[in-house]
């Protein structure tokens, strides 16, 4: 069986050559195949391009390759990404068959799964990842187009009733049109339904949200999954920012979120430029960096 791995992966495998300014701590592996199916408009794998995802290539390896490479590593986690091609449900629990062999801790990101397939993966897999994506019912319908806009939260809702809480994780995408009180909305819908939240930043080339915005995001994220109320997350933000000095100080919830193990170093990011999600601990320029960009004094 092939996989592809992102290249950052691979190059920490020592399964190809280059360098990194940030080293990933989980293993990011992606099952190939050919277009999605499911026409997001923000995902080359639309476009029928598997090299590519979230702005990283993915060099494509036979599993015999990369197994005891994944043993020997590191790498506190495996986190195996699926698209919407013919078969993949069947697919994934191949795959992860496989890469089980490892003992590392595996995350599944993958549309709709089966309560049935749902099942096969339990005693296999760690946690899955499910991609909301956009905020509000009408961003998904239009940036999700070949879905239900409802589909996955009823998918979500299944998987943390059959796996249990805090093993599903939410994908937000931040920047696509919502506002900042619909986003809030969203993610304290995910966390009462006993979904951990991990935001990712929009980036085309046409469009990048504004920073100050995703920090806020971030806070906002951050609050809700600490038992913060959509209304007094967004009183603070947009009134009372002075009071969140405190609470940014140690920096960390403008890290990656998401899976334990996870840092994703530049699935939001370009090399050279400032993270949105930190894949480690901030430095305390990069937290004064913040503090001036959120204008809080």
Known sequence: ?????????????????????????????????????????????????????????????HTRDIIEPLKDS???????????????????????????????????????????????????????????????DDIRANVKKNYDPLVFWEYLGRAAKLLGPHRVTAHFIVGMGESLPQLTLGVYRAVNAGANVSLFSYMSKEHIPDIRYYRQAQMASHLLSNGRTPTEIIEVLMEHPEELGEMIADGEMFRTRGCP?????????????????????????????????????
């Open 1 to 61: 069986m092939n996989l592809r791995l992102s290249v950052g992966t691979a190059m920490y495998l020592g399964l190809t050559t280059g360098g990194a300014m940030e080293a990933p701590t989980t293993a990011y592996l992606m099952i190939p195949g050919g277009v999605c199916r499911g026409g997001c408009t923000f995902c080359p794998q639309a476009r029928g391009d598997s090299r590519w995802l979230s702005r990283v290539t993915w060099p494509e390896f």
């Open 261 to 297: 193990g996870c840092n994703r170093p530049y699935y939001t990011t370009r090399p050279g430029e400032e993270h949105r999600n930190f894949p480690r601990p901030l430095t305390r320029v990069e937290l004064d960096k913040i503090i001036e960009d959120l204008s809080i004094v």
């Open 74 to 136: 590191d790498l506190q986690r495996i986190c195996l990404q699926v698209s919407d091609v013919p078969d993949y449900e069947e697919s994934v629990v191949r795959a992860v068959s496989v890469l089980w062999e490892t003992g590392k801790p595996i995350s599944v990101s993958a549309p709709p799964l089966s309560d049935d397939t749902l099942e096969k993966l339990d005693g296999m897999i760690d946690r899955i990842g499910i991609g909301i994506d956009g905020a509000t």
